[in-house]
């Protein structure tokens, strides 16, 4: 596995029109915001997408989120800061993010769907499938995170 972390390609330059189409998608998505930040931040922890994290991290603290509660997003089914209508929306985060080994259980269905009204439930499955197409690709093109390179305190 390769530990070189520049950029492969410019999506933007090189394929502006499908960028611009994949944001258009996403604009469309009718969903709570914070919900879809903390799925969006689950999704890209999930996948390893060093560039969303930084993105939806720094998008949920601008939204109001805490600083405890994403903190603990990595280990949410533990932890006690989350109700049970984001359990349902994390769970099938996990799912449908992990689908070549979990195929979305009847299970994580049936949470979401009990918290979720079929419209809604629907916005949150193509929140889930966005996120994943982003992480994809900002992985494939070693998008970097924006906040690299950026000067850190000792306290951050």
């Known amino acids: 596995m390769s530990t070189h972390t520049h950029p492969r390609i410019d999506l933007i330059h090189h394929a502006g029109r ?3 189409a994949l944001a258009r998608v996403e604009q469309t998505i009718d969903l709570d ?4 930040l ?3 931040l689950r999704g890209s922890q999930v996948n390893g997408c060093a560039h969303c994290i930084d993105m939806h991290w720094t998008d949920a603290r601008a939204h109001g989120e805490s600083e405890l509660r994403l903190a603990q997003l990595a280990a949410w089914a533990e932890s006690p800061y989350f109700d049970e209508r984001e359990r349902a929306a994390l769970t099938l985060t996990d799912a449908v993010t992990n689908v070549a080994q979990t195929h979305v259980p009847d299970e994580a269905w049936a ?3 009990a918290q979720f009204e079929p419209d809604e439930l629907a916005n949150l499955l193509f929140t889930i499938a966005t996120i994943n197409a982003w992480n994809r690709i900002a992985i494939a093109a070693r998008a970097q995170p924006a906040s690299f390179g950026a000067e ?3 306290a951050s």
């Open 111 to 113: 949470a979401a769907e």
């Open 18 to 20: 499908l960028y611009g």
């Open 38 to 40: 903390l799925v969006k």
């Open 152 to 154: 850190l305190s000792p």
């Open 33 to 36: 915001p914070g919900l879809r």
